[in-house]
């Protein structure tokens, strides 16, 4: 059985987009306890979409590995 994993990114930060490896991830906003509800993002064909709960705006950086942010911050935590 084949395992796959979402990637998760944040915004602590703040800043105004985050560039990552990925199309399809889990925005949790801020890390807990300041997220919010966990929502899950799918670019589709697109290189970048706006999360409807903390407007952070993504970015796909195909450089970058699919659990990879740029800040990296905002990446694995």
Known sequence: MATTSIPKFHND???ESVE???HSF???GA?????HPHVYLDMSAE???VCPY?????KFN???AADMAYPTICGKH
């Open 13 to 15: 930060p703040g800043v």
């Open 20 to 22: 990552i490896g990925s």
């Open 26 to 28: 889990e925005c949790i």
């Open 31 to 35: 890390t807990p306890p300041y997220d």
């Open 47 to 49: 290189d970048e979409i």
């Open 54 to 58: 903390c407007s952070t705006h993504y």
């Open 62 to 64: 195909q450089a970058l």
